[in-house]
Structure formats: structure tokens, C-alpha cells
């Protein structure tokens, strides 16, 4: 659809234009149709070297160099965004019970769970590390040191 607008708006230059778009700006590569907004190519734009110096500046920037996008967009009067209400939907829990799906959950949930101790303890003997070898710190902020400099079989 991009390339579809792209070539209208390249036979018809001086046509106004008003894009719109079911979904969200998500990412900076999915703009490319929207040349007219005076984001990319211009000696007055913020990226004068192109659509791509956009996207790069962007993608390096992450998510919040794309909120920093939208809400330059708002400001302008270029981009509105509406949701959708939720007035007058509902919702209703229903509790299926099936023995079968159940023990597989819980056996699933236990092996997890030593999954996971065993992966705490062995951050404490300093036995798992990144790639360099490094000690990875656990969710409290502690390290073990690690010798060796590949994760050498450990988990």
C-alpha cells in the first residue's frame, strides 16, 4: 500500500494529501509513504540527507526517539491519534477445567521452578557467565566471578 501512495502522490505533486492509517507508528521504516510531512529530504527538515538518514537516526534513537517522532507530529497538527472506546463491552470468565491440561501445567510450572534455582544457584558459584566470561549478576544485583572464558557447558 506504501508503494501504491508513494506513486500517486509522485503523478499528482500538487495534490493535497491526508494520510490515514489503521494502526499505530511502530516503526520508523513503515513512514516511508509519508514523504509530504516534511520529515526527511529537505534543506528546512530535521534529516536533509533522506528517507534513510531518518530511519537510521530513528532506529538508533529506539522507542523513545519514535514517541519523540509522534509528539512532533501531534504538535504539528500532522498526526492525530484516536483508540477506540471500550464503553459498553464486557467481558465474562468462564473456568474450564480439563485433569489432563492441568497436570501437564503443573509439572510444567515445577520444572520451571527448579529451572530457575538451579540457574540462582548457579549464579552464586560464579558458574554461568556471558560469552567474555564474565559473571552475570542475578535480580539482586550480585555476581559470582567466573574462571573460565566460555559459559563451558553450563547452563
Known sequence: AGGAVE???????????VYCSATGVSAARHLGYLGR???????LSP??????????????G?????ELVAMHLKQEGSL??????????GFES?????????RAYDALAKAWSLVFR????????GEVGDSAGKAVKDQNGESGESDSDDLGGAV
Not at 538451579?118 to 558459584?125: N, S, T
Open 94 to 102: 468462564v473456568e474450564a477445567s480439563d485433569p489432563t491440561r492441568e
Open 7 to 17: 506513486a500517486l502522490q509522485a503523478k499528482l505533486p500538487g495534490a493535497r494529501v
Open 62 to 66: 529506539g522507542v523513545g526517539m519514535m
Open 118 to 125: 538451579e540457574l540462582v544457584d548457579a549464579l552464586a558459584r
Open 37 to 43: 510531512l516534511g520529515l526527511w529530504g529537505g534543506a
Open 47 to 60: 534529516f536533509p540527507g533522506g528517507f534513510e538518514e531518518f530511519v537510521a537516526e530513528v532506529e538508533l
Open 80 to 89: 492525530v491519534c484516536r483508540t477506540l472506546s471500550f464503553g459498553g463491552c
